[in-house]
Structures are given as structure tokens and as C-alpha cells.
T-cell receptor, first 112, second 117 residues
Framework: EPEVTQTPSHQVTQMGQEVILRCVPI?????FYWYRQILGQKVEFLVS????????KSEIFDDQFSVERPDGSNFTLKIRSTKLEDSAMYFC??????????FGSGTRLTVV | AQKITQTQPGMFVQEKEAVTLDCTYD???????LFWYKQPSSGEMIFLIY??????QNATEGRYSLNFQKARKSANLVISASQLGDSAMYFC??????????????FGPGTSLSVIP
């Protein structure tokens, strides 16, 4: 069964450093998403992306965050200057058409 | 306002018994979908079951069934014959803006299920 692949599974970074989280969505999917889950809390929508541009973003997705689909297969989330409160599990998801959401297994980001 | 409510922060069930996890939702969108996901301690999000707002019958997937009561805006998950491996966090989620570029999934706060041997 096709999968959404996220790398790395766990990343540790120093506060103030830039970090890029990588996702490979399912190949025929057209819509892409990033979600965040702070430890012990609920999963929060960050951003949706379609046709090489952001469709919608939440209040969390401020100027420190950016997304890109650089080569037609990868979908990345960049955090420019990480803060301690950015520590969370980050999930990528993709969708083909009417309902086919598929989530990746997540990247656990730890900011120290 | 909360769009997805899960009133049971924690639940216990005896192995081999059935358990119902509650979920209520709020939307004015006539076309929506409801999901249940399982999140074990390892952290990944595992899709369990989906119900579309126009689906006439309740969704079932193996031991999982979704008790969809549209008028009451509830979408409870029923797990039959609980197994120790069912111990996990369970999230109810709703998809709004179905089929549009604003289509996204919103998650509830989750219910932690513990299966007792």
C-alpha cells in the first residue's frame, strides 16, 4: 500500500537553528499538509499546499515557517529559527481526491 | 469553539470486551467526513475508519465500527473484542471543505484507551 514517507524520524536541533523536515507524499496525490502535535496535546493543522502554493495556513504557521515542493516529489517544512516551543511531532499528509488522506509516521523534533 | 469533542480523556476496558469511544462534532458544512485514528506510544498516526456525511450506512472495518448519528452530530467508535494491542490514544477527526482547496482535517483532543488483561 502506498505510504507517505517522512525523514528523519527524530531530529534534535539547537534553539535558533534552522531545520528542514522532509516528506515524500504518495506520487499521484495533489494536496499536501503539515500538522503538529505538541507532546500530550492534540494534533493541530499548520498548512495546506496545492498547485505549488499555500491554500490555507493556521495562526501557528507564522513567518518562521515555510513550505516548499522543490522537485515534484518532496514536500518540505522549514523552521527558520527554532524555539523550544517548536518541539513536537510533525506529521505530513497527502490527499488525492475526494477523501484519500494518508498521514506519514511523523518526525519528532526536539529543540534543545 | 471546539469543533470536535471527545469527552472521555481516559478509558479502561477488559480484554475481549467491546468499548465505545465518544465523539461529537460541529459543522455547518453539508459535505464532511469523519475519521478515527489510533496513535500508539510510538507516535505514528494509524487510520482506522472513515464515514462520509452522505453515507447511508455506518462504516465498518474489521473490529472497528463507527456509530454515525448525523442528527445528533455524533460519530462514536466501537471496538469489538478488545485486544491488548488496542491500548493507545484514539483521535476523532473531521474533514471540512471536502473536495475544495480548503479541505483539511481537524482533530479532537483524543481518548486514551487502556486494555486490561
Amino acid at each position: 500500500e502506498p505510504e507517505v514517507t517522512q525523514t528523519p524520524s527524530h531530529q534534535v536541533t539547537q534553539m535558533g537553528q534552522e531545520v528542514i523536515l522532509r516528506c515524500v507524499p504518495i506520487s499521484n496525490h495533489l494536496y499536501f499538509y503539515w500538522y503538529r502535535q505538541i507532546l500530550g496535546q492534540k494534533v493541530e493543522f499548520l498548512v495546506s499546499f496545492y498547485n505549488n502554493e499555500i491554500s490555507e495556513k493556521s495562526e501557528i504557521f507564522d513567518d518562521q515557517f515555510s513550505v516548499e515542493r522543490p522537485d515534484g516529489s518532496n514536500f518540505t517544512l522549514k523552521i527558520r529559527s527554532t524555539k523550544l516551543e517548536d518541539s513536537a511531532m510533525y506529521f505530513c499528509a497527502s490527499r488525492a481526491g475526494s477523501w484519500g488522506y494518508t498521514f506519514g509516521s511523523g518526525t519528532r523534533l526536539t529543540v534543545v | 469553539a471546539q469543533k470536535i469533542t471527545q469527552t472521555q480523556p481516559g478509558m479502561f476496558v477488559q480484554e475481549k470486551e467491546a468499548v465505545t469511544l465518544d465523539c461529537t462534532y460541529d459543522t455547518s458544512d453539508p459535505s464532511y467526513g469523519l475519521f478515527w485514528y489510533k496513535q500508539p506510544s510510538s507516535g505514528e498516526m494509524i487510520f482506522l475508519i472513515y464515514q462520509g456525511s452522505y453515507d447511508q450506512q455506518n462504516a465498518t472495518e474489521g473490529r472497528y465500527s463507527l456509530n454515525f448519528q448525523k442528527a445528533r452530530k455524533s460519530a462514536n467508535l466501537v471496538i469489538s473484542a478488545s485486544q491488548l494491542g488496542d491500548s493507545a490514544m484514539y483521535f476523532c477527526a473531521m474533514r471540512e471543505g471536502r473536495g475544495t482547496s480548503y479541505d483539511k482535517v481537524i482533530f479532537g483532543p483524543g481518548t486514551s484507551l487502556s486494555v486490561i488483561p
